[in-house]
């Protein structure tokens, strides 16, 4: 059993930065896959990044060269460093960690969500 928390949210302007983490409590195999989704009012839940233990990571198109993804596995923390945040950005953005079994997920976590609004 995972449980999973995001911080970090809040309102920031255009142009500006935030840094959102992932704590992660329970067991976590030696192998997992932390990921960073979004999801807008009205629009559906997005990937926008995501890190495996072995180091591969993911960036959805609309986000590359901007937001920048790490973990730090030994500490059961997740991190999304956002740069150059647009009002597109604005959405709920959840944590999520899969923990992998011979390069398969056994399930995934939730965590409950942090609020990014980007807006002037």
């Known amino acids: 059993q995972v449980q999973l928390a995001e911080s970090g949210g809040g309102l920031v302007q255009p142009g500006g930065s935030l840094t959102l983490s992932c704590s992660a409590s329970g067991t976590v195999f030696i192998d997992n896959r932390v990921g960073w989704h979004r999801q807008a009012p009205g629009k559906p839940r997005e990937l926008v990044a995501s890190?495996?233990?072995?180091?591969?990571?993911f960036y959805t198109d609309s986000v590359k060269g901007r937001f920048t993804i790490s973990s730090d596995f030994a500490k059961r923390a997740g991190y999304l460093q956002m740069d150059s945040l647009k009002p597109e950005d604005t959405a709920v953005y959840f944590c999520?960690?899969?923990?992998?079994?011979?390069?398969?997920?056994?399930?995934?976590?939730w965590g409950q969500g942090t609020q990014v609004t980007v807006s002037s």
């Open positions: 890190v495996q233990s072995d180091g591969t990571t």
């Open positions: 999520s960690l899969e923990n992998l079994w011979r390069g398969s997920p056994t399930g995934i976590y």
